[in-house]
């Protein structure tokens, strides 16, 4: 079995771990602000973020397994890295010091990573960056809440 089979679900298991922690600590302050209507129940997130994160494995696989150039790959791989470190960063940020209006920012940051991301798949693998458009349209979503979250409190 190659390394890539297990590197890549490891890495994503870290940055969800990562991510739920850093929720995990601010929850009993979440529950505290004016959300809007539309926002899902807890639970729903966790549903959502996992399939998400499952989409995320999927799409690193397929890229990886790609025929591509070392700048793509070296390009790619780093696009990667900073969206999963984007992605951690918001819980951090919104949950953990609760930055509502610094985690805005870093929900336009993650939108603009993930473009980026699914630009540079297209040419080397169109289905690894078709498989991100569910997160691509989550955080949009979210970044929605977010917005409201902030205006709200």
């Not at 991301?117 to 080397?124: A, D, F, G, K, T």
Request: aromatic share 20%; charged share 5%; net charge neutral.
């Amino acid at each position: 079995m190659e390394i890539s089979y297990i590197f890549i679900p490891a890495f994503y298991i870290g940055v969800m771990i990562a991510g739920t922690w850093f929720s995990q600590k601010g929850m009993a302050w979440y529950r505290t602000l004016s959300v809007p209507h539309f926002t899902p129940a807890p639970w729903v997130f966790s549903v959502v973020w996992s399939i998400l994160y499952i989409l995320m494995i999927v799409s690193a696989l397929l890229w990886w397994h790609s025929e591509q150039s070392w700048c793509q790959t070296t390009t790619i791989g780093a696009l990667y890295l900073i969206n999963a470190f984007i992605n951690v960063q918001w819980s951090y940020l919104f949950f953990y010091r609760h930055l509502i209006g610094w985690s805005v920012i870093n929900t336009i940051a993650l939108e603009i990573s993930l473009w980026a991301l699914m630009y540079m798949l297209w040419p080397v693998n169109p289905a690894a960056a078709l498989v991100l458009v569910p997160y691509c349209t989550w955080v949009l979503f979210a970044l929605l809440i977010d917005v409201l979250v902030w205006w709200r409190n």
